[in-house]
């Protein structure tokens, strides 16, 4: 996924500023693709640029503010990536690295790490809990919620696998943590 494509998608879904547009963003896309206030708005000047986009100039408490609406040729290209297809990104997640890392090493504890990512997860599940018990989810928002149920369903299963992966754990890590290396 590209950052221009996700706003785009954010445009289009309901028109506005950029701060309104990074504020929805960090509450939805942000999930699956973070990007800073500062990225979204670099990329929506390119998307102006770009004649994908267009703003308008209005006064608001802050001064002046520009509002982003997509423009036809920015709805062209968003149907034309959407169409296209791609291989699915391999998982790089350091802690499995780290992980792999204890085993060898066979002193170096790593429950402490484990369940402070355990607690990440459980945090974001209820994020997204929260968000699909608060959402109107009729037809038209059908596929939005699926996006929101494949984020649960992750959550789910990244917890499950950790709290196996700590019960795995011997109960001692910790003394073997002070003992002499090999």
Same mark, same amino acid.
């Given at each position: 996924m590209s950052l221009p494509h996700a706003i785009l998608t954010? !445009?289009?879904?309901?028109?506005?500023? *950029?701060?309104?547009?990074a504020?929805?963003? &960090?509450? =939805?896309f942000g999930f699956f693709w973070p990007a800073t206030h500062q990225q979204i708005y670099r990329? !929506?000047?390119?998307?102006?640029?770009? *004649?994908?986009?267009?703003?308008?100039?209005? &006064?608001? =408490?802050?001064?002046?503010?520009?509002d982003y609406n997509v423009l036809a040729a920015g709805r062209k290209e968003l149907s034309r990536w959407t169409l296209e297809q791609q291989e699915p990104r391999p998982v790089r997640e350091e802690l499995m690295i780290r992980l792999r890392a204890s085993s060898v090493l066979g002193d170096v504890p790593i429950n402490d790490e484990l369940e402070r990512h355990l607690g990440l997860h459980r945090t974001q599940l209820a994020a997204y809990q929260q968000l699909d018990?608060?959402?109107?989810?009729?037809?038209?928002n059908r596929l939005q919620r699926a996006v929101l149920q494949a984020g649960i369903m992750f959550e789910q299963t990244w917890i499950e696998w950790a709290e196996h992966t700590l019960a795995l754990q011997p109960a001692a890590e910790t003394d073997r943590a002070t003992s002499t290396p090999r």
């Open positions: 954010a !445009l289009l879904e309901q028109p506005g500023s *950029g701060a309104e547009l504020r929805r963003f &960090d509450k =939805s990329e !929506l000047a390119k998307l102006e640029r770009n *004649g994908l986009v267009h703003s308008t100039g209005r &006064d608001s =408490s802050r001064g002046r503010a520009k018990q608060r959402g109107s989810w009729d037809d038209a």
